[in-house]
C-alpha cells in the first residue's frame, strides 16, 4: 500500500515517461557506459537540454538569505547529511541523492514564510528521498527501510504519503531537475584519451567534491553547471596535473560560448 501513492501519481504525472524510458540510461551511468551519447553533436544537444532545464530546477530567489535569516543553515546541513548517508546504507543512485537534495531546496525556498520545525524537515528529507529514488532508480526502498536510521522522528507511512503529495504538488511535478551532477557524466566522457580506470577515477573524484559542495550553503550561490565544472577541473589538475588543461580545452568545446570564460576560470584556487 505504500507505494500505492506515488505509483499512481506517476501514471498522471507529465515526466511519466521520461521515469519509464529513463531506467535503462540511468542503469548504464550507474556501471559508467554511456552508449546512449554516440557523437559530439549528441553531446551539445544534452548539455543544452541540462543547461535550458537548470534554470528552472534552481531555488527560488533569496533562498540563501532566507536560509541564514531564519536559522536554517543547521537544519538544512544536517538533513543534507542524513541524504547522504542513506544514500551509502540504502545503496541508491547519486542521481537520486542529488535530486532529493533539489527537491529539499526547492521546496524550502517555496515555503519562506513557513516557520520550520526539525521534525517538519525530517519528515520533508523523508519524501523527497523517497520521490527522487522512485523517479531515478530501478529499485526504490520501503519507506520504513528510508527511515530505519539517523532521524530523531519516526513517522506514519500514511503522513509520509501526504508529504510526498504535497511535495510533488508543490514543485509542479517537475522532477527532472538538474543538478551539478548532472553534468559530470556528461562531460567527463568526451575525454576519449582517458583510458578507462582514469576516467572512473576523475568521476568518482569529482562526484565526491560534489558531495563536499552539496551541504555548503555558499555553492548554492552558483549555477550547477559553474559547481560541476570546477570539480571536473579540480579532479583532473589532482589525478592527471600533466594533461589537465588540454582535457579540459577539449571539454570546452562543448561549451556554449557565453558562458565558457566564466566557467572554466572559475575553478581557480582563488577565484
Given at each position: 500500500?505504500e507505494n500505492?501513492l ?13 521515469h519509464h ?7 548504464a ?11 559530439k ?7 543544452a537540454?541540462?543547461l535550458q532545464k ?18 536554517l543553515i543547521?537544519?538544512?546541513?544536517r538533513?543534507?547529511?542524513?541524504l547522504i548517508k542513506?544514500?551509502s546504507?540504502l545503496?541508491l543512485s547519486f ?7 533539489n527537491y529539499?531546496?526547492?521546496f ?8 520550520w520545525?526539525?521534525w517538519m524537515?525530517e519528515?520533508?528529507?523523508?519524501a523527497c ?6 523517479y531515478?532508480?530501478?529499485f ?6 528510508i ?9 506514519e ?6 508529504m ?14 538538474t543538478?551539478?551532477?548532472s ?8 575525454i576519449s584519451s582517458?583510458k578507462?580506470?582514469?576516467h572512473?577515477a ?6 565526491k567534491?560534489l ?5 555548503d550553503t555558499?555553492?548554492?550561490q ?9 570539480a571536473?577541473r579540480?579532479s583532473l589538475?589532482?589525478l ?7 582535457q ?9 560560448q557565453?558562458?565558457t570564460?566564466?566557467s ?5 584556487k582563488?577565484g
Amino acid at each position: 500500500m505504500e507505494n500505492l501513492l506515488c505509483d499512481e501519481v506517476w501514471l498522471t504525472s507529465p515526466d511519466a515517461l521520461y521515469h519509464h524510458n529513463h531506467a535503462s540510461m540511468q542503469t548504464a551511468l550507474q556501471k559508467g557506459d554511456c552508449l546512449f551519447y554516440t557523437t559530439k553533436e549528441d553531446s551539445e544537444r544534452a548539455l543544452a537540454v541540462c543547461l535550458q532545464k537548470e534554470l528552472s530546477s534552481l531555488p527560488e530567489a533569496g533562498y540563501v538569505d532566507h536560509l541564514r535569516s531564519s536559522g536554517l543553515i543547521m537544519f538544512r546541513f544536517r538533513a543534507i547529511q542524513w541524504l547522504i548517508k542513506t544514500r551509502s546504507r540504502l545503496n541508491l543512485s547519486f542521481r537520486a541523492l542529488f535530486d532529493a537534495a533539489n527537491y529539499l531546496d526547492r521546496f524550502l525556498s517555496l515555503n519562506q514564510c513557513f516557520v520550520w520545525r526539525y521534525w517538519m524537515i525530517e519528515l520533508l528529507s523523508i519524501a523527497c528521498l523517497s520521490v527522487a529514488s522512485k523517479y531515478s532508480d530501478v529499485f526504490t526502498p520501503l519507506l520504513n527501510e528510508i527511515q530505519l536510521e539517523g532521524l530523531e522522528h519516526s513517522f506514519e507511512l500514511s503522513t509520509i504519503q501526504w508529504m510526498e503529495l504535497t511535495l510533488l504538488q508543490a514543485l509542479g511535478w517537475c522532477l527532472g531537475s538538474t543538478t551539478a551532477h548532472s553534468y559530470v557524466e556528461l562531460l567527463t566522457w568526451n575525454i576519449s584519451s582517458l583510458k578507462p580506470h582514469l576516467h572512473e577515477a576523475v568521476t568518482a573524484r569529482a562526484t565526491k567534491l560534489l558531495l563536499g559542495a552539496l551541504s555548503d550553503t555558499k555553492f548554492l550561490q552558483f549555477s550547477p553547471f559553474i559547481v560541476a565544472i570546477t570539480a571536473i577541473r579540480c579532479s583532473l589538475e589532482e589525478l592527471i596535473p600533466s594533461k589537465a588543461e588540454d582535457q579540459l580545452a577539449y571539454i570546452a568545446q562543448l561549451i556554449p560560448q557565453d558562458i565558457t570564460q566564466v566557467s572554466m576560470h572559475h575553478g581557480d584556487k582563488n577565484g
